[in-house]
């Protein structure tokens, strides 16, 4: 299989190019055969794994509107130039224009219409548009999660005509995290880098434990420079500076081994496309404590403690469930989290993609002389 893959949209190193970094790392290992041909940016610095042709295109000074002209110009000449049987998107956001060849979009969440209040209503516009236009246009969507397929599916009940499969993210990379330290002091972890993750009821619950002495010290971890300086201030009106700790954004190195040496994993997000930290705490037979949002609950499959509401108390009451799991529940729920690896979430994805191909085949047949 020959495919040309629209990364233009990555930038740096986040959540969506840590994806698709091992999506492909394990594409190659599983089908050494495919062809994968990866368009970036230069601000495009993820590990590009071996196996994979990098195309670097000059984006220009104003990366938006040079993303704009590459998927309408360079994009479908690859494609044409490549012989491509299918082009995949990493966002929905891909070209416009006519291809060559069926396209793919892989759908992460609809977190900006079903917690519009988590965005700025440019964000929110944008996405709307973009979004709608790469839904319509797509040949086959792949989504890393049920959850997402059916919030797709929900939204727009004309995509049951199409190819719309999901593909689970992985989370044997964790596997090669730095073991966690076992002279370690017990503390539990959890993640400040956007409102969905609940950061401020965290800390409330941690009030709420301190009173029922059995309390962890906490690590807050992905905490913008603004977000560090509120959230303190509320660690201090609490009394709580001895048992919190605010950290900024950190190094892969260092929020690895953070995260592998945690005794807890405190995941109280109100959305998730997937739920990827719940997954790595399994794998690493840590006790986890998660909503009842529907991404985490396909995700942990009944391995994890579960806040019965959103109050402090309700937190709390996770929390000390969590704590008190045995041996048995988390070996049990490693178990469960070893089904997810990124080489099922390439063969998933490549499943759909050879739909795409064999229906444009069948509607578009070419014929010997």
């Given amino acids: 299989m020959r495919i040309v893959i629209d990364g233009l949209p990555l930038r740096g190193v986040n959540s969506t190019s840590i994806v698709i970094e091992h999506l492909l790392g394990a ?39 040079g993303r704009l002209r590459a998927q309408a110009t360079v994009l479908p000449r690859t494609c044409r130039e490549l012989d491509a049987e299918v082009m995949l998107g990493v966002l929905p956001t ?20 079903l917690r519009p209040a988590q965005f700025a209503r440019k964000t929110r516009v944008l996405r709307r548009i973009s979004f709608d236009i790469g839904f319509r246009q797509a040949d086959a969507i792949v989504t890393i999660s049920e959850r997402t397929r059916d919030d797709l599916l929900a939204s727009r009940p004309w995509l049951r005509k199409r190819i719309v499969r999901a593909a689970q993210l992985g989370g044997d990379h964790a596997d090669r995290w730095p073991a966690g330290d076992p002279s370690a002091s017990p503390y539990a972890i ?50 709580l500076g001895e048992l919190v700790t605010a950290l900024p954004w950190l190094s892969d190195e260092e929020f690895q081994a953070r995260f592998s040496s945690a005794s807890l994993v405190v995941f109280p ?25 529907p ?29 008190a799991l045995g041996p048995e529940a988390l070996d049990a729920a490693r178990k469960h989290a070893a089904r997810f690896t990124w080489a099922r979430t390439a063969a998933l994805t490549r499943s759909a993609l050879a739909e795409a191909i064999a229906a444009d085949q069948l509607h578009h047949p070419v014929f010997s002389t």
Wanted: hydrophobic share 45%; with cysteine; proline share 7%.
């Fill in 295 to 323: 991404a985490l609950l396909e995700v942990t499959g009944g391995h994890a403690a579960v806040m019965r509401g959103w109050e402090p108390d309700d937190l709390a009451n996770a929390v000390s469930e969590a704590q």
């Fill in 94 to 113: 891909t070209a416009i224009g006519p291809l060559p060849c069926p396209r793919a979009i892989i759908a992460w969440d609809l977190r900006h219409e």
């Fill in 27 to 65: 594409w190659v290992d599983r089908d050494p055969a495919d062809e994968l041909h990866l368009l970036t940016g230069p601000e495009c610095t993820f590990p590009i794994p071996p196996g994979v042709t990098l195309h670097r295109v000059d984006l220009g000074s104003r990366h938006y509107l």
């Fill in 269 to 293: 997000s109100d959305f998730e496309g997937f739920g990827l930290p719940a997954v790595e705490a399994m794998r690493l037979g840590i006790p986890v404590v998660v909503t009842a949002d």
């Fill in 190 to 239: 959890t993640f400040g880098q956007w409102g969905n993750k609940n950061v401020s009821l965290v800390v409330d619950a941690w009030a709420t434990l301190r009173t029922r002495a059995e309390v962890l010290p906490l690590v807050i971890v992905g905490l913008s420079r603004e977000s560090k300086a509120v959230l303190e201030e509320k660690v201090r009106k609490l009394g």
